[in-house]
């Protein structure tokens, strides 16, 4: 059915949808489905508050899975985490990924309570002659690596590292780099 105004549900005359869609001869199935395809899509105010909700809630989602207090080393509950973004005035924003907001968020969180991102933990498997110069390029990169454990296996040393987040990608070229793709890593 195609209607004139949606809101009060009038239907559309047939001569209208004729004169208004004359390249498809008036054929209505054709009619809905360019109407589908290529008309806007209304959304009710209700639907729209409903997708929002839900967007924040998934941002406070992601920010309690990602993020850890940092004098306890335990995530926050969702509740917790969502009260703050509430005090902190914190807007969705429909068109940008819950991932992106929340991590734009976490900075924004950091004013109103303790949190920061939880470190990764990175097992790297290199061949042993390699082991020095990657250890020696990993203390070059500061506070936001630590090595947890080393452990000399047959000609291989498996390290198993505390990595900042942000800082992944940085080892990631450094362990491929310092061994010619020849060292092995998971998370």
């Known amino acids: 059915v195609v209607s004139t105004q949606s809101?009060?549900?009038e239907v559309a005359k047939k001569a209208d949808l004729v004169k208004c869609f004359e390249e498809l001869d008036g054929n209505q199935t054709e009619i809905?489905?360019?109407i589908l395809a290529k008309g806007d899509l209304q959304v009710s105010d209700k639907e729209r508050q409903a997708q929002q909700e839900?967007?924040?809630?998934?941002?406070?989602t992601v920010i309690s899975d990602k993020c850890v207090n940092p004098e306890s080393k335990r995530p926050y509950p969702v509740s917790i985490i969502e009260k703050a973004m509430k005090e902190c005035h914190i807007a969705v924003k429909p068109n940008k990924s819950s991932k992106q907001q929340a991590?734009?968020?976490?900075?924004?969180?950091?004013?109103?309570?303790?949190?920061e991102r939880a470190m990764m933990r990175m097992k790297v498997v290199t061949p042993l002659k390699a082991s020095n110069k990657i250890r020696k390029s990993l203390s070059k990169l500061g506070t936001g690596v630590k090595v947890e454990s080393e452990e000399k296996v047959e000609e291989e040393m498996v390290m198993i590292l505390l990595v900042d987040p942000g800082q992944y990608r940085g080892i990631d070229t450094l362990v491929k780099d310092e061994t010619q793709g020849l060292a092995a890593w998971s998370c």
């Open 7 to 9: 809101t009060w549900g």
């Open 32 to 34: 809905c489905k360019h």
């Open 54 to 60: 839900a967007m924040f809630k998934d941002i406070a």
């Open 103 to 115: 991590l734009d968020t976490i900075g924004k969180l950091q004013a109103s309570i303790p949190i």
